[in-house]
T-cell receptor, first 116, second 109 residues
Framework: GAVVSQHPSWVICKSGTSVKIECRSLDFQATTMFWYRQFPKQSLMLMATSNEGSKATYEQGVEKDKFLINHASLTLSTLTVTSAHPEDSSFYIC????????????FGPGTRLTVT | GQNIDQPTEMTATEGAIVQINCTYQTSGFNGLFWYQQHAGEAPTFLSYNVLDGLEEKGRFSSFLSRSKGYSYLLLKELQMKDSASYLCAVIEGDYKLSFGAGTTVTVRA
């Protein structure tokens, strides 16, 4: 149980275009989903937290107009990188929390974004 | 905010034991996680400590001392497949996970 999927697993796009990444909880309802970014040889950095049906909460330094997050249902959250630039190239990982009383987060397999 | 420190790299021999230390400074501590991450993959859960003491789970054990802001992950009977990055992460407040930079463990034959 507690499986989280991401799509796509990797994507290459041209500078200036937008890319959407999907995160789905397959066998549970996710009250909260999280989006992380990881640069090579660095740790995961939380970008934003989203609760179903409400606006995402962004971490300091993360541009909300550039990284659009939508959490339309209890099993799906999407991250759209708008007007992507090469410096946005990174490994994007989502996680989901099921029960509100649990601290554990279940991670998706990640999406490798390369902007050329 | 968080200050989470762990060593950058460790090397050990197959069958040996390795201990990865993690120190942290935080407010609103609600527990500490250890994750394993292979290159290009998402982290996988290893352990969760919220009370002081040692939690043993097979070849992996995790220890926590809240008063010292200190944890360690102990890997016993090392196998080649244990070569990975090990991430220490602290829960702050209700849900926010803050990660250390990770310790890359290399297991040699």
């Amino acid at each position: 149980g507690a499986v989280v999927s991401q799509h796509p697993s990797w994507v290459i796009c041209k500078s200036g275009t937008s890319v959407k990444i999907e995160c789905r909880s397959l066998d549970f309802q996710a009250t909260t989903m999280f989006w992380y970014r990881q640069f090579p040889k660095q740790s995961l950095m939380l970008m934003a937290t989203s609760n179903e049906g409400s606006k995402a909460t962004y971490e300091q330094g993360v541009e909300k107009d550039k990284f659009l997050i939508n959490h339309a249902s209890l099993t799906l959250s999407t991250l759209t990188v708008t007007s992507a630039h090469p410096e946005d190239s990174s490994f994007y990982i989502c996680s989901a929390r099921g029960e509100a009383s649990s601290y554990e987060q279940y991670f998706g397999p990640g999406t490798r974004l390369t902007v050329t | 905010g968080q200050n989470i420190d762990q060593p950058t790299e460790m090397t050990a021999t197959e069958g040996a034991i390795v201990q990865i230390n993690c120190t942290y400074q935080t407010s609103g501590f609600n527990g500490l996680f250890w994750y394993q991450q292979h290159a290009g993959e998402a982290p996988t859960f290893l352990s969760y400590n919220v009370l002081d003491g040692l939690e043993e789970k097979g070849r992996f054990s995790s220890f926590l001392s809240r008063s010292k802001g200190y944890s360690y992950l102990l890997l016993k009977e090392l196998q080649m497949k244990d070569s990975a990055s090990y991430l220490c992460a602290v829960i702050e407040g209700d849900y926010k996970l803050s990660f250390g930079a990770g310790t890359t463990v290399t297991v040699r034959a």
